[in-house]
Every structure is written in C-alpha cells, then in structure tokens.
C-alpha cells in the first residue's frame, strides 16, 4: 500500500507542499482555516507522519551525521539470560514488538540488562554509542525492580508495573478487566465458589489488583460462596491440595498451567470436580481455557508509544507518566464445563 505524502495532501488541500507541511506541524505562520483544512484533507486520506524522518531531521538540523534507521533496543530485565524465550507471554510480547519495529524501519535489538557486572553506566554508555533512541523495558518477575539509566538519553517505554526507577510511560494488559472476564463467565457458567490460586508475586506485580477484585467480589456473594484466597511467596503441590481440600472451590483461577497439570495428577476430574482457567493463556496451554490477554499487541503497542515519543522529541523520564492499557478476550477451551450454545461475552467493562 503507497504511504501518503505531505505533497498528496498539499495538492489535495490546494495549497504548497512548505504550507502543508507547516500545518501539519500546527507551525503558528499557517493560518487556523488553512490548518484545519489541511488537518481534514489528511485525516480523509490517511496520512500519518514518518516514524523516522522528525528525529533523523532534528539530527541534520543540529549537526548530526544523518542516519538511515533509528534503533530500538528491548531491554531484557529478567534474572536468568534468554528465559523470556521460554515463558511464552513473554515470547510473544517480544516477538510483537520486533515485528513492529521492523514494519516500520528501526534497527531493532535486544539487551540483556542484568549481565554480571554490567553497571547501569556502563549500560547507559553501550546504548548511547550503539546510537539507540528508543527503549522499551521489558517485565522482570520481580515486584519493584529498580533500573538507574541516563534517562534523559533516550524515550523509554516500559512493559508492564513492576520496573521502576523512573515515572515511565507504559504498555500493559489491563488486569482488572482480565480477571473481571474470568469472573463473569464463570458466573454465567454456573460456577458459584470461584477461588484463586497464586504466588504473591504474580499479584504484586500487577498492583495487587487479582487480590482487591477478589476482596471486592467476596464482599458480593453469600458466605457460603466465599472462597479465601490464595497467595503464598512460592507454592507446591501440596499447598494447592490443601488449599482445595480446605476452600472446596468449584473453579480455580490461576497463572500456571501447572496448576492445572498437578490437579489431574492428584486425581481431580477436571472440569467435573473442579473447573480451571488462566488469566494469561497463550497457545502453548492448549486444553486450557482462559483470558488471552494477546500479549503480541503489548509488544507493538509499546513500539507505537516509543514512536510517537521519537516524534515528538520526547526523552527522559515522563512528565505525565501515560499508562495504555490493552483488553484480553476469552479463550474456551477444555477446563470448564460449558453448554452447547455458550458464548463468552466481548467485553465486560460496562
């Protein structure tokens, strides 16, 4: 598909290639009419400004050599190199966002940020002499992981609540619309004991909103629907029977197809006895059902936000920090126990 230039909109608006281009910038010298039109004649056709030609501009305007990309690095913060190849949430947040960066013609690269003795100057200096002006902050398992780079160097995006060091803009699957989903199908299903199963990590790091939905919920039902939640520093299979053995939920919501694997393992007849579902299913849980919170559009979006803060010239920490926040769908697999006819509803946030 051709791009849209600023010379289809000049000639469609009827003024000068310079007035359109001006006018597009909001540049004072054009008139209010004259930009609205112009703004119109865009909006009609399509066009949306380069990625890369405001930045490689300002380079040329202040001396710098001209480059023929601009370049992206995904900082890996996770403890163990490489392990965002083998969750597969993360694969797909990862994958999403090198797919877009290459759609739109930036050099793209990963980093692993937490390489032994790799200072966060001497991590601050390799980005800069690489040339890189964008950074997307990947998640880190970690509640509140602390990163101390020369922010002013660069426009940053994070992925997902738990790395600070900075009020960051950030790109991330919107939780509470996640488990509210869960939580509404499985009333329509029928379920009335609905219980879930966590590592209290996997709640910090998402701003406890799995344990206040939960509190919010219990509040709600009768005292004989009231299943207490789970949320231990590191659970086993044993604390998961006990924990059934002791709540008696008829569904479990959890994070780990794990759960759902020593469940069948113990004996459970899943969805007979118990149902289960995921608050972040992927593919490669398959028999499971779940909110797919399709984590590849957290990727891209993150390289959209990055993008648009290029554009703009808009480095260092954020001055009003904008969260986006991505809605998850229902998957329906084999977990729950469903009538013929059921259909997940699309949307739960009225």
């Keep these: 598909m051709t791009r849209v230039t600023v010379r289809m909109v000049a000639e469609k608006a009827g003024v000068s290639v310079s007035t359109a281009s001006l006018a597009l910038r909001n540049d004072p010298r054009v008139s209010e009419d004259t930009r609205l039109r112009v703004d119109e004649v865009a909006h009609m056709l399509g066009y949306y400004p380069h990625p890369l030609l405001g930045s490689m501009m300002q380079d040329v305007r202040s001396g710098k050599k001209e480059r023929q990309k601009l370049s992206i ?9 490489g392990r965002w190849k083998e969750v597969a949430s993360y694969a797909a947040t990862f994958e999403g966002a090198r797919r877009r960066a290459e759609q739109l013609g930036y050099d793209f690269d990963l980093i692993w940020a937490r390489a032994p003795k790799l200072s966060s100057k001497r991590l601050s200096d390799i980005l800069w002499n690489r040339g890189v002006d964008g950074i997307i902050l990947g998640p880190s398992e970690e509640p509140h992981l602390s990163i101390d780079l020369d922010w002013d160097r660069f426009s940053t ?42 590592e209290q990590h996997q709640n ?136 013929p006819d059921f259909q997940a509803p699309l949307s739960v946030r009225t």
């Excluded at 690095?73 to 190199?81: A, G, H, Q, S």
């Excluded at 790395?163 to 803009?169: A, K, Q, S």
């Excluded at 803060?309 to 904008?322: M, S």
């Design 73 to 81: 690095v995904y900082l890996d913060n996770l403890k163990e190199e």
């Design 157 to 198: 995006v994070a992925i997902s609540y738990d790395v600070v060091g900075g009020p960051f803009h950030r790109v991330t699957n919107n939780h509470y619309l996640s488990i509210r989903l869960a939580v509404e199908v499985a009333k329509q299903l029928g379920y009335r004991r609905i219980g879930i199963f966590l």
């Design 204 to 339: 910090e790091r998402v701003n406890n909103v799995y344990s206040n939905y939960m509190a919010a919920y219990n509040s709600k039902v009768d005292e004989a629907n009231r299943v207490e939640p789970c949320f231990l520093d590191g659970y086993t299979k044993k604390d998961l029977f006990q924990w059934l053995e002791s709540e008696k939920p008829d569904l479990v919501l959890g994070l780990s197809r794990f759960i759902y694997e020593w469940m069948v393992e113990g004996g459970v007849r899943v969805p007979k006895d118990v149902g289960f579902a995921l608050l972040d299913r992927q593919p490669i849980d398959e028999v499971c059902c779940g909110v797919d919170q399709r984590t590849e559009y957290i990727g891209q979006s993150a390289v959209d936000l990055v993008t648009t803060l290029l554009r703009t010239y808009q480095k260092g920490v954020a001055e009003v920090p904008l969260h986006l926040l991505s809605e998850g769908r229902w998957h329906q697999g084999g977990t729950m126990v469903y009538p």
